[in-house]
């Protein structure tokens, strides 16, 4: 199949799409396609989810029930576990974790087995996107070889191949997969007019055509290791300010009136998610084959990776004040989830922050509205159903290290006996005599 073949597939609407992993990038994805007009086949090893798809049944913020659900009665979308559907597909796009391994190194071990899975079904005139945020080189170095030995077909003349960065922010009431605008590199003109095309045609934030996958794959690297320093940044900062007896908060919002030449960033106990924690560590390990040390990034990383441990210094001063030891305080978390209003704990920074309480000796329960409960290293965790005034008033020390907006903060205030606010969360609060902030 040619370019102008493919292109007027795209434009017909009769192409086929698949989406090989139905996570917070994948199942989105996979509802936009189907939305545009395009049969689109999710494919994951994890049968619950596909289960889950093929009744309708949405699992993902960033998904709208009322819309899985009509395009499944619809016969637009459909779950499978068997990888052998790819080859009905025109179009496939790569949406699987790239998690780090113990020795903080780039674990590829998903994108591999998935490019492995499709390779030996795909058919001729395909394109395949791979999604995943990955160090650059990636898509050339890894993916390609696989799906050429795999399909015994050559990429370029036979298949087409790219990068496109996903860019999910969950929870974000603005920008979602429909409307934040897409970045594409391919290997080849024909395949990078191709995928972009296909993207437009899903899409309305519009899409960025770059020169190779490893300029999409550094851009996306980019985009998080930005905000990695400059959280490092301001969480020194709040360190320093903490020493001179200055509030960090009313610093930045002083500092952001100026019109230009500033970005708010906040301090916080640490960095969670799946992307800003893990992308520096990418770039890092990428770095080092030439020879190369990325200071100011791995500066950064350092003071985010410390700051759970450094917050619960801080809790330990706060109870200090109340002549209480941390060892045998009861301690109350207040959110676990790694931003306001979602359920996603990945990488969150709470956990670390319990654990650390709990290896210093305090008794520690949680309250997530959002997560009911967690699985950090083996164990699970659940979360107090209701936060009633015999809970708040039974802590010796309320620890906020999540700012969901759903949360009665004056209800915290007016009956817990010490708070320790990592977020500032509880900002709009008027009586503060109980409440120290990061």
């Known amino acids: 199949m040619n370019k102008q073949e493919l292109l007027d597939k795209i434009a017909s609407r009769d192409l086929v799409c698949g989406t090989v992993g139905l996570g917070y ?14 049969k689109t086949v999710g494919i994951d090893v994890q ?4 289960d889950m798809v093929n009744r309708g049944e949405n699992y993902i913020g960033d998904v709208v029930n009322e819309d899985l659900q009509q395009l499944v009665n619809d016969g637009m979308i459909e779950a499978t576990t068997d990888f052998s559907r790819i080859g009905e597909c025109d179009f496939v796009a ?14 590829t071990s998903y994108m591999e087995s998935s490019a492995k899975a499709i390779a ?48 999910v922010d969950p929870g974000n009431l603005i920008y979602k997969t429909k409307n934040t605008p897409k970045v594409v590199g391919a290997i080849g003109d024909d395949a990078l007019d191709c995928i972009a095309a296909l993207y437009e045609s899903v899409l309305e934030g519009g899409v960025t055509k770059v020169s190779s996958p490893a300029v999409a794959e550094m851009e996306k690297i980019l985009e ?24 960090v908060w009313e610093v930045i919002d002083a500092a952001k009136t100026k019109p230009y030449g500033f970005t708010a960033f906040y301090p916080g106990p640490g960095l969670g998610g799946h992307c800003i924690p893990l992308d520096p560590y990418y770039l890092s390990w990428k770095a080092r084959e030439y020879g190369f040390h990325t200071s100011m990034i791995e500066s950064s990383m350092m003071v985010n990776d ?68 967690y699985r950090y290293k083996g164990d699970t965790k659940q979360s ?19 700012a969901h907006t759903n949360v009665d903060y004056d209800f915290v205030q007016q009956h817990a006996k010490a708070i320790f606010d990592t977020k500032n969360a509880m900002k709009g609060v008027e009586v503060r005599d109980n409440i120290e902030v990061l």
């Open 94 to 107: 790569i949406c699987v974790p790239t998690p780090l391994d113990v020795h903080q190194q780039p674990d």
């Open 120 to 167: 030996p079904y795909l058919k001729e005139g395909v394109m395949v996107v791979l999604e995943s945020t990955t160090y650059p080189g990636t898509t050339e170095e890894l993916i390609r070889p696989i799906l050429e030995e795999g399909s015994g077909m050559t990429c370029g003349e036979q298949f087409y191949l790219g990068f496109s960065p996903e860019r």
């Open 224 to 247: 998080n290791t930005y905000r990695n320093v400059n959280i490092g940044l301001v969480n020194e900062m709040a360190m320093l300010c903490d020493r001179m007896g200055i509030n």
């Open 47 to 50: 049968a619950e989810k596909v």
């Open 306 to 373: 410390q700051m759970p441990e450094y917050c619960v210094d801080r809790a330990a001063r706060v109870l200090n004040e109340s002549e209480k030891s941390l060892k045998g305080a009861n301690v109350l978390v207040l959110g676990v989830a790694y931003k306001q209003d979602i359920d996603d704990y990945r990488e969150s920074p709470a956990l670390r922050v319990i654990e650390c309480l709990e290896k210093r000796g305090a008794n520690v329960c949680f309250y997530d509205p959002w997560v009911a409960e």
């Open 25 to 38: 990038v994948g199942l989105p994805l996979a509802v936009e396609k189907a939305k545009a007009g395009f």
């Open 384 to 402: 107090i159903p209701v936060l009633t005034e015999e809970v708040l008033s039974g802590a010796d020390l309320v620890m906020v290290t999540c």
